[in-house]
């Protein structure tokens, strides 16, 4: 990471875009990422990122603009998660759930001028993931929201960040295709 990327920038862009209407905060974490809801003892949501690492706030604000109303009430947006060390058939079914928020993620790291990397994220297991697959799927997915349109929270995420960072408006010439990367 250089000085251009740091994790407390995202905190900040995080806050001005959605605090005031989502009561949602990006929290650095020491562990593991996860979701946690208003609870008790704090009075608002928490999206914790891992260890401090710029990537990893921008993959765990794709996972919190995805998750809908009821999602956002519950622990982890309430869904499953096979650790690394996926089988085949697991790991085709972390595929299938993992398209939308790493195309999301993508159009963050361009907005941010940050590099992205796809993450099939199972170095352990007893499968070798096709990772150019995998990308032509989630760049599938970019260029639909591209052509589509993005939901609210992505899109005014992506707009602080392309302001912040001085990028220009994403267009499909700054997601080559995977055979190209």
Known sequence: MNDTHHYSQLIDIFDRCFFNDFQTRLIKGEDEPIYLPADDEVDYHRVVFAHGYYASALH??????IA??????Q???GYWY????????????????EVKPQSL???FCVAAGFPFNVSCDNLNGD????????QRKVHAQVMNHLEKGLPARP????????SYY???????????WPEDL
């Open 60 to 65: 765990e604000i794709s996972h919190w603009c």
């Open 68 to 73: 809908g109303e009821e999602r956002r009430k």
């Open 75 to 77: 622990v982890d947006f």
């Open 82 to 97: 096979c650790p690394d060390g996926r089988d085949a058939m697991t790991q085709g079914q972390f595929e299938a759930v």
């Open 105 to 107: 993620e993508w159009m």
């Open 127 to 134: 499968c070798e993931p096709d990772r150019i697959a995998f």
């Open 155 to 162: 899109a005014r995420f992506i707009a602080e960040l392309c």
């Open 166 to 176: 001085s990028t220009p408006p994403l267009t499909a010439a700054n997601f080559p």
